[in-house]
């Protein structure tokens, strides 16, 4: 009997997905210093899309070019992006490839010497553990908040002429719209701060502006499950929003958890019962589904078929969130189909060495060289020692590389 796995799905505007497998998006780092997507772009999303993945998410990009998360982001501001942004989409879209472009402003998670000021819901600093790597934030007028609702309907205008398949909202992981909705980030007075519905507002605008800007076109949002800090975002939010969502008409809800201040979306702090079930946000997901009706992609954590298909079946989820095993395994639903993996063994990216590794995760930067080799045509290289890559970061691009690790 065929796998579900591979049971096409039929998204609620008539939109037909091949399969379950959902590339969660990986910040590729591999534009050009215009911010412009490059060949190894192309290149790395033609391996992907002949890989067998259902939706492939891109990586995150940016609405707006003075607010970057890393300096090779791709930016999408006017239509000058459009012929790079054509063959990034014919590339990425062979093969019966959707490929959605993920939407991102990373408000205050904006590293020091990348931007020159970061903004924010509020001026209030990240946790104090980390918040010497990002400029202190200033507080967003109301009319930049109006401008940067502008900016994401924009971007997805260009990212349906160009040929993108869908775009995806990140509402996740400690980022602008992220920070919108935690209470511990978003203390602001007027109508974008204070209890919840005025804290998802600005989520809720920019959604609006995309529908108004592409019509009939799958939308997706990448929300945290919660923030998992203290005074942050919880479940009980999270629930709330997602309902709100259903009834704005959001096609597909991509579910993950954490921030820079708490990284579990990487596993990182990840309770080890929580880890047994292999995927982080399932248990969420479930209490999720019983009143909320959009389809879902949990992302986080999946790494075996066992695992992937008894999610589905147990109907915890619509589409099996897959990131760092992609990098790794661009063919990964290939294998699966071909039964030449039953499961992806990824060690923990670590030196060894305990007072770097508590500081640092390095999953961000050893992942982005596998892209960057698959990018360029080259083989990953599934072993390569985690101080190797470390090494060669540093010697790359100096002490930049060893300033706080991107934990997206
Ligand atoms: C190198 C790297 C870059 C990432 N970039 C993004 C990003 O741009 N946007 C995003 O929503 N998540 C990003 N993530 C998080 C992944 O989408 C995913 O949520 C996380 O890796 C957990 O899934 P996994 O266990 O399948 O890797 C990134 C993760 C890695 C390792």
Known sequence: MESILFKEFKLKNGTKIKNRFF?????????NKYHQPTEAIYHLYEKWALGGTGIVVTGNVMVDKRALG?????????????????????????NDTHLWMQLNHPGKQAPKGIVKETVAPSAIPLHE??????????????SEVSDLIRRF??????????GFTGVQIHGAHGYLISQFLSPRHNQRKDEWGGDIDGRMKFLIEVYREIRNQTGSFPISVKMNSADFMKAGFTEE???????QLEKEGVDLLEISGGSYENPQMTGRNVKASTKQREAYFLEFAERLRQTVHIPLSVTGGFRSKNGMENAIHANA??????????AVYPDLPNLIAQNSIQEVVLSEKKVGVNIIDNKMPFEVLWYSQQMERLGKGKKVKPNHPVWISLLQAVLKNGKEAIQLQRAK
Do not use: C, Q
């Open 23 to 31: 590339k969660g998006a990986m910040s590729e780092a591999l534009a």
């Open 153 to 162: 309907g924009n971007s997805a205008k260009i990212a349906k002429k160009a």
């Open 129 to 142: 553990s980390i918040s010497k790597f990002f400029p202190h934030p200033r507080e967003l007028t109301s």
């Open 70 to 94: 890393e300096s090779r982001n791709v930016v999408v501001e006017d239509e000058s992006m459009l012929p790079f942004l054509e063959k990034w989409a014919e590339r990425g879209t062979i």
């Open 237 to 243: 939010e999270a629930m709330y929003v997602a309902g």
């Open 317 to 326: 989820t619509d589409f099996i969130g897959i990131a760092r095993p992609l």
